[in-house]
């Protein structure tokens, strides 16, 4: 049988994991916002229009595909090696 003192300290671990999960969430996202403002950049695309791909690419500087949604919605063409997102 758990104490309550148990189960009350098995809940604050609990609630300091997801505060850490959630630090974690924000700065990816803001580390992915700051990715595809460098790509836009380089690539003179908007960076709303930057699509990171999830397919390893030799020649793309992030080591991933990357695709321009504004001009190629169905994502068709990595604008380092011309593969399509989707692949069998
Ligand atoms: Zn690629």
Known sequence: MSTDG??????GRMY??????DK???DLDERRQELSEALGK?????????????WA???S????CVYNRGKDPALDFCLFCGQPDERK
Do not use: H, K
């Open 6 to 11: 148990e189960v009350r300290r098995i809940a």
């Open 16 to 21: 300091e994991a997801e505060a850490v999960l």
């Open 24 to 26: 974690a969430r924000q």
């Open 42 to 54: 380089m690539l003179n695309v908007g960076s709303d229009y930057i699509e990171l791909g999830g």
């Open 57 to 59: 690419c030799e020649t």
């Open 61 to 64: 500087p992030t080591g991933q």
